[in-house]
């Protein structure tokens, strides 16, 4: 990884990405050793915790969007967790897929556009 001192954040910034786990050399961003003070304060947080989710508390008021693979430590293959906070939806650029609209059930009530894994999600709602 490279020193967070180093880095260069776009202050107009849509939002800051990171992985907070990565497990082929053993780095992993905790509440402690992330660098906050280097994220402009009005871009979103987004993490990518496929790694490491459910191992430990989410510090919601600096992460704003959380996904990750389940089948790491959440469920069976086949889902994918995305935690979004309520002031980022219905905020997406007009043209974005209505796959990748996160309200898109919450807007047409009983419609779906695949059949979703409903075991996989049954069995992490066990979890």
């Not at 050399?25 to 509440?31: L, S």
């Not at 979004?84 to 556009?113: C, I």
């Given at each position: ?14 939002y800051?990405?990171?992985c ?11 509440q ?8 402009p304060?009005?871009v ?6 496929s ?9 919601w ?19 994918t ?14 043209d ?9 059930f919450e807007?047409s009530?009983?419609t779906?556009?695949n059949?979703?894994?409903v075991?996989?999600i ?6």
């Amino acid at each position: 990884m490279s020193d967070p001192d180093t880095w260069h954040i776009d202050t107009e910034a849509s939002y800051f990405h990171f992985c907070s786990n990565e497990t082929v050399n053993g780095f992993e961003f905790t509440q402690e050793n992330f660098p906050w003070h280097k994220i402009p304060e009005d871009v979103a947080v987004v993490a990518d915790m496929s790694s490491n989710i459910g191992s430990r508390p989410i510090n919601w008021e600096k992460i704003d969007v959380v996904y990750a693979g389940a089948q790491k430590n959440m469920g069976p293959t086949g889902v994918t967790i995305v935690i979004a906070k309520k002031s980022l939806l219905n905020k997406q650029a007009s043209d974005t897929p209505v796959m990748m609209d996160w309200t898109q059930f919450e807007n047409s009530p009983g419609t779906y556009y695949n059949t979703p894994p409903v075991w996989c999600i049954y069995v992490m709602g066990l979890n």
